[in-house]
């Protein structure tokens, strides 16, 4: 019998303007408010030209409150002010996942 419960994605896709001071402070703050939030599993994120940052949360309420957070907030109007070009946001349900670990 399959266990799995299905869970949500949040994929956030971005570019960076020519300035990024104090972008990666503000990064690491969110992430750790993020941590304490009902409702997340866990984060994922990479970085070169184009960054990706999958956040991972039971529920869509629970991405609804992380979003409406005041922390947070403030740090969404921060960036598109000043670090960010472009960036997308996509919200998915996971279904199923497997992985492979050498």
């Not at 019998?1 to 503000?26: C, L, Q, R, W």
């Not at 990479?46 to 629970?62: F, K």
């Amino acid at each position: 019998m399959n266990k799995f419960k299905p869970y949500f994605a949040v994929i956030f896709t971005s570019t960076h303007n020519d300035s990024i001071e104090g972008y990666y402070e503000m990064a690491k703050k969110i992430e750790s408010l993020a941590k304490s939030q009902k409702g997340f599993l866990g984060i994922d994120s990479a970085r070169n030209e184009v960054g990706i940052t999958v956040s991972y949360w039971e529920s869509l309420e629970d991405i609804k409150n992380w979003k409406l957070n005041s922390e947070h907030q403030f740090a969404q109007k921060f960036g598109k002010e000043k670090w960010y070009s472009w960036y997308n946001v996509r919200i998915c349900r996971v279904e199923r996942e497997y992985d492979f670990n050498k």
